[in-house]
């Protein structure tokens, strides 16, 4: 008889404890936090809803200039915590965050936040933080300028220049246009902003006849350009246009080496 109520005891003890244990319910049920630096967003017309990736995470920016990054958590509303800069010249705070916590369905819980990013000196910096303990990294390059030239050049004429001068107390800069020149026939040359990353990777060469035709040629950057003879024109579905001037166009094709974009 002991032995028979030494085995009932044992199995309330199970019962007992079986109690203890929660039935998790879908609404209940744990969901990754899903974290986008820099997000990039695409809408889905089908389901109706906005689909968002990380974007790129090399920050370029110049100096006395504040520069943002947005961080947007899904699935969670976790805090930016231990945001810190490696080295002196780049300050870096959270400037604005704004969350919604869904205790019922988690799914639906999201955050976004803001990084202000604001440099006094030019180098490269590694900025890092967590979200919900994992942590990210921002490789920042600080520039003078993030202009893609420095300077542009027909013959002894000089288009376009650039050049900054940075203080204690903040910056000047110099910026010299004309796009008028003093003689045809002479070599275009592109300098490119390489403190900012820029290559430049093409040139081609729109010019217009006596009567306004258009024609293409691609050249080197460097290489020797003729200048339109007539006024450029065009037509379209409404009507034709013709320049005031008769004016050369030049298309630049470039990309950034630090940042990875290229333009065509």
Same mark, same amino acid.
């Given at each position: ?9 044992a199995v309330?003890?199970?019962?007992s404890?079986?109690?203890? &244990?929660?039935? &998790?319910?879908?609404a ?7 974290v986008?630096?820099?997000p990039?967003?695409?809408?889905n ?7 968002y ?70 180098g ?11 942590t ?34 903040g ?28 290559? &430049?990777?093409?040139? &081609?060469?729109?010019t ?11 050249i ?12 450029y ?7 034709t ?24």
């Amino acid at each position: 008889m002991k032995k028979f109520h030494r085995i009932l005891a044992a199995v309330m003890a199970v019962f007992s404890l079986s109690l203890l &244990i929660p039935t &998790i319910t879908p609404a209940q049920a744990a969901t990754t936090e899903k974290v986008y630096v820099n997000p990039v967003s695409t809408y889905n017309e089908k389901t109706g809803q906005t689909v968002y990736k990380s974007g790129k995470s090399n920050v370029l920016m110049t100096t006395f200039v504040t520069n943002t990054l947005d961080v947007r958590s899904e699935g969670g509303a976790s805090k930016i915590k231990d945001l810190k800069v490696n080295k002196s010249g780049l300050t870096a705070k959270v400037t604005y965050t704004y969350g919604s916590v869904d205790k019922q369905t988690p799914a639906n819980s999201y955050r976004l936040s803001t990084i202000s990013m604001y440099a006094r000196k030019t180098g490269k910096y590694n900025v890092t933080f967590k979200v919900n303990k994992k942590t990210y990294k921002l490789k920042v390059a600080v520039v003078n300028s993030t202009g893609v030239w420095k300077k542009v050049t027909y013959g002894s004429d000089v288009l376009y220049e650039y050049t900054k001068t940075n203080s204690d107390n903040g910056y000047s800069y110099v910026r010299t246009e004309n796009w008028k020149v003093s003689k045809d026939g002479q070599n275009f040359t592109v300098t490119a902003n390489k403190d900012a990353g820029y290559k &430049i990777t093409g040139l &081609i060469v729109m010019t217009a006849d006596k009567k306004g035709n258009a024609s293409y040629k691609t050249i080197k950057n460097g290489g020797k350009i003729t200048l339109s003879k007539g006024k450029y024109t065009y037509t379209d579905e409404d009507a034709t246009y013709t320049d005031a001037k008769k004016t050369t166009y030049v298309y630049i094709s470039y990309k950034n080496t630090k940042t990875g974009a290229v333009y065509k």
